[in-house]
């Protein structure tokens, strides 16, 4: 079981920024494919972001161009930092490992992931 804690989640007006960080108890360098997923009441979690090994990242439509993984080697750390908050970015967001059968894109679905952290509330107001 490799341990996931997410922290940096909040409440910010539409327009705002926030930076999510993942503390990841296992060596970050050798993973896979480690990603951020989203949940809000009643619907699905839904894939984010996604990082590789290699650092090939793979974000959905809705926010290319706002939101950004990156990850650090050294401190086992995942990062999403959100910018141009939307009050649609509102949701519960997980930081994740996903299996290496599965494709590494945005687009995984929750059976393809392996681990999951407790996740962080993100709310957007307009």
């Known amino acids: 079981q490799v341990q996931l804690v997410e922290s940096g989640g909040g409440s910010v007006q539409a327009g705002g920024s926030l930076r999510l960080s993942c503390a990841a108890a296992?060596?970050?360098?050798?993973?896979?494919?480690m990603g951020w997923f989203r949940q809000t009441p009643g619907k699905e979690r839904e894939g984010v972001a996604t990082?590789?090994?290699?650092?090939?990242?793979s974000y959905r439509d809705s926010v290319k161009g706002r939101f950004t993984i990156s990850k650090d080697n050294a401190k086992n750390t995942l990062t999403l930092q959100m910018n141009s908050l939307k009050p649609d970015d509102t949701a519960m967001y997980y930081c994740?490992?996903?299996?290496?059968?599965?494709?590494?894109?945005?687009?995984?679905?929750?059976?393809?992931?392996?681990?999951w952290g407790q996740g962080t509330q993100v709310t957007v107001s307009s």
């Open positions: 994740a490992v996903v299996f290496a059968s599965y494709r590494c894109t945005w687009a995984v679905s929750s059976n393809g992931v392996r681990y």
């Open positions: 296992d060596e970050v360098a050798n993973t896979y494919c």
């Open positions: 990082i590789g090994k290699d650092g090939t990242t």
